[in-house]
């Protein structure tokens, strides 16, 4: 096994997406052509795999002798738009965010990805893991883990209205509520249109008046 595939197995692991900003780094010292050719040498020797255009990974063995295990795709998008670690990024959004929280049960046809990453408004990207489409949208905030939660909640908000959800959508939003930190949410949603803001206040007049 090459010196390439122990460095990554090291500091990224098997069986995860390992993008080609992550090996630059690891060889900074290097020249670019000269990673490059360590990566090929390693792809050809079958230590390492590509998955796409600047995704690798380390083959994980499955039970099957001869087989690896196939990259998560969704590892991939995690990855891309996401999070790494205890970085964060991004959060799935739109339609794709009220089915993931119960706020509604309608299957999106599209992956909506609200992410820093995205270079404009909003980027179509190639489809991967079976979706038809992957839209990533620029945040009207900058996503951090600090504030990702009451983000997803002002997202979800703008795509509905309150007084129209049924006893189970409702009561999935106000439990996305109530884990977001009310200074955090009130202060990003003045990023946010009009409309947001009013939905802010109507459901937290809803939460003050006693059942």
Not at 184 to 191: D, R
Request: charged fraction near 25%.
């Amino acid at each position: 096994m090459g010196e390439i595939v122990e460095i990554l197995r090291s500091e990224i692991g098997v069986g995860k997406p390992i993008l080609t900003s992550e090996i630059l780094r690891a060889y900074e010292d290097t020249a670019r052509s000269s990673v490059f050719e360590k990566i090929e040498a390693s792809l050809q020797a079958g230590d390492l795999a590509r998955f796409d255009r600047g995704v690798y990974y380390i083959p994980e063995s499955s039970i099957v002798p001869g087989l690896n295990m196939p990259l998560n795709p969704e590892s991939v998008l995690r990855k891309k738009y996401i999070r790494d670690g205890a970085e964060v990024y991004g959060f799935r959004s739109g339609l794709t965010l009220l089915n993931d929280r119960g706020v509604s049960n309608q299957v999106p046809a599209v992956l909506e990805i609200t992410t820093n990453r995205s270079p404009r408004r909003v980027y179509s990207v190639k489809p991967i893991g079976g979706y038809r489409e992957i839209l990533l949208r620029k945040p009207r905030v900058l996503v951090c883990a600090g504030n990702v939660i009451e983000l997803e909640f002002l997202d979800a908000l703008g795509l509905v209205d309150s007084r129209t959800l049924n006893p189970n959508e409702y009561e999935a939003l106000m439990k996305m509520l109530n884990s977001c930190n009310r200074r955090i949410l009130f202060n990003a949603a003045q990023n946010y249109p009009t409309r947001t803001m009013i939905n802010l206040m109507r459901i937290e007049a809803e939460c003050a008046v006693p059942a």
